[in-house]
Structure formats: structure tokens, C-alpha cells
């Protein structure tokens, strides 16, 4: 019994699809992405959408299933728009820069923290206390802003570090006399 996926994927103009035994690869006008998916997936493009269905309905399957639609959607969607990851500074003194394509921030340490930025990914600092993460892999966006968090998270006393945009920093009570 074989189900096809109830949200095929839509794929734009501009962008092509290979499908391979146990890979899907996308090339789009903002570069190409690799994927390796399940040997049970069953991956085929038609019609302009890419259609993923699964071989039975058990728990493990209907898993690997989501999953691999939701990998292979994000390829499409990384080359078409691509992704980005917005993280604030707050703290005296703490502060970002950009050298040449590296980060450089001040976050209270005696030196400045470096990060390297790799191939696929740009960062961008509209103002010192804001970081934009831009890149074509969602994955690789997430995995390089938490790199970046992780130096200085933010602390629940007075709630400095570096934090993503938006995110609640839930405060503790300090001492009293």
C-alpha cells in the first residue's frame, strides 16, 4: 500500500531536480543543495512537483516520510529565497563587527571572538547589537547561529549574551538582604 504525500512540492521556474537512488539534489539561482534521503522513500518528480510516498503506514514510515518531505521542500526553498537567522547582543559593551567576511565580537571576554565564516554562509551586522546569518542550507544557518549563541548565552540575571531575535529570556530574582 503505497501513500502518496498529501503536500506535494511545488517546484518554481529556475530550479531543477535531480533525483538519484538514495538522493535528491536542487539547483536553483542561489546555488546547489545535496540530500541523501531513505532507500524506502520513494521520491519522483511530475508536473512540476516533486512527490514523496511512503511503502506502508507504520510509525516508522510515516517518520522517515515527513521527514524527507520536509528536506527536500527546504532544498527548494533554500535555493529559490534562501534562509536566515537573526541574533541580538545585549550587554555594555558587547558589540559585533564584521572583518572582511568573519565576525568579530566583543562579549566581555579579555580578546575578541572570532568566527570564521564558511563558503556557504554570509553574515551581516545592520547595527552592533544585531548578527544576520544568511545561507542557502537551513541547517547549516541554525547549526552556524548557535555556534554563534554559544559563545555568550544569555544569562537569567540581567539577561546579557547573545540571543536569537525575538526569544524570551526568562529572568530569575537576584539575592535579598
Given at each position: 500500500m503505497s501513500r502518496i504525500g498529501r503536500k506535494?512540492?511545488?517546484?518554481?521556474d529556475g530550479v531543477t531536480?535531480?533525483?538519484r537512488p538514495g538522493s535528491v539534489a536542487v539547483?536553483?539561482?542561489k546555488g546547489e543543495l545535496q540530500?541523501?534521503?531513505?532507500?524506502?522513500?520513494?521520491?519522483k518528480q511530475e508536473d512540476g512537483q516533486v512527490i514523496v510516498t511512503r511503502p506502508t503506514d507504520r510509525g516508522d514510515h510515516r517518520a522517515l516520510h515527513g521527514l524527507t518531505r520536509t528536506l527536500v521542500a527546504n532544498m527548494v526553498t533554500g535555493v529559490t529565497q534562501g534562509f536566515e537567522k537573526r541574533l541580538?547582543?545585549?550587554?555594555?559593551?558587547?558589540r559585533?563587527?564584521?572583518r572582511g567576511r568573519d565576525l568579530e565580537m566583543q562579549l566581555g571576554f579579555s580578546h575578541p571572538v572570532t568566527v570564521k565564516a564558511p563558503e556557504d554562509i554570509t553574515f551581516e551586522v545592520p547595527q552592533p547589537t544585531q548578527i544576520v546569518v544568511t545561507g542557502i542550507s537551513k541547517q547549516r544557518v541554525g547549526e552556524i547561529a548557535a555556534q554563534i549563541r554559544k559563545w555568550?548565552?544569555?544569562e537569567p540575571y540581567?539577561?546579557?549574551g547573545v540571543r536569537y531575535q525575538g526569544e524570551h529570556v526568562i529572568r530569575k530574582v537576584g539575592k535579598r538582604a
Open positions: 506535494p512540492i511545488a517546484v518554481p531536480v535531480e533525483i539547483r536553483g539561482p540530500e541523501r534521503v531513505s532507500p524506502e522513500m520513494t521520491v541580538e547582543i545585549q550587554g555594555v559593551g558587547y559585533a563587527a564584521l555568550r548565552p544569555p540581567k539577561g546579557k
